[in-house]
């Protein structure tokens, strides 16, 4: 790759980065746009740059091609309608995952007074549904402290402090009281397709927000069976989940007598989301 320091404008920027990470125009003109912090429309004004960030560039450039997310690189990640904070070591939400938020929007009848998530991360389901339902109250949780740290950064930022108890536990230790709706997001890659996870996420994500047991669904099935004494009558979970382990969760929920429950595809067609308490006739 060229020295950044070289390259007379934008335009030869832009066509040096596209060859180094084999990427169009596009492609590289989002890259650099997301390093530099700014909207890609001001590219093309940014002939003159600083030394600092030419070596900034390079530096993330050549970080990019090792496999390292951008978002670990940038510090920040987009969650619908909100610029949220991520660190290294906490798991980077998805977009399937803002979707999830969608069905939950889309229940008719339901504002939750009281919500759990199990599993916040960087707290963007949380965010996401406080500001949904601005009157609820929110407990989040996470094993990890570097991700109870992340979301308290966020919960910060976005003015939640007082709405949000963040908890760190494994599952529901330390949780009392019952809620409208648990909500989560939890580890669900059986763990014999780890291997085969692009090298972005296998090698920089965290993997216990990964894992999710021998089949997938183990971590699932716990919630959903130590979750009972903490939901509120005629109230609601909502896991994200994978597609494979839809005909064995459908199973564990019958042979327990839970229910009513429904899956949901993702824009993809793939079942991603499992709801219970949600009667697929009303919903």
């Known amino acids: 790759m060229r020295s950044l320091s070289s390259l007379s404008n934008m335009k030869e920027l832009i066509e040096s980065v596209s060859k180094e990470l084999a990427a169009d125009r596009h492609e590289a003109e989002m890259v650099i746009a997301s390093l530099l912090g700014r909207p890609r429309h001001e590219l093309h004004f940014l002939d003159a740059m600083s030394d600092r960030e030419q070596v900034q560039i390079l530096q993330r450039v050549r970080q990019l091609k090792q496999g390292i997310p ?3 690189l940038t510090r920040k990640v987009q969650f619908r309608d909100h610029v949220l904070a991520i660190n290294p070591g906490v798991f980077i939400p998805r977009l399937e995952t803002e979707q999830l938020i969608e069905y939950v929007r889309k229940i ?3 504002e939750p007074q009281m919500i759990l998530e199990i599993g916040t991360g960087c707290g963007a389901l949380t965010i996401a549904l ?8 929110i407990v989040a949780t996470d094993i990890s402290e570097k991700a109870i740290e992340n979301a308290q950064e966020n919960i910060v930022d976005h003015a939640l402090g007082s709405r949000v108890e963040l908890v760190r536990c494994d599952m529901y230790g330390g949780i009392s009281g019952v809620f409208d709706l648990i909500v989560s997001n939890p580890p669900y890659i059986p763990r014999d397709r780890l291997g085969i996870l692009p090298p972005s996420v296998k090698d920089f994500e965290p993997l216990e927000a990964l894992d999710g047991g021998e089949q997938g669904v183990e971590f699932i099935e716990e919630l959903i069976e130590d979750g009972q004494m903490h939901l509120a009558k005629d109230g609601i979970m909502a896991f994200e989940i994978d597609d494979d382990g839809t005909d064995l969760l459908r ?6 007598n839970i229910g009513p429950y429904v899956f949901r595809r993702d824009l993809f067609g793939r079942y991603r989301y499992l709801f219970i308490g949600v009667d697929r ?3």
């Open 70 to 72: 951008i978002e670990y």
């Open 108 to 110: 008719p009848g339901r």
């Open 130 to 137: 406080a500001f949904l339902f601005p009157g609820a109250r």
């Open 251 to 256: 199973t564990f929920l019958e042979d327990n």
């Open 281 to 283: 006739a009303k919903s």
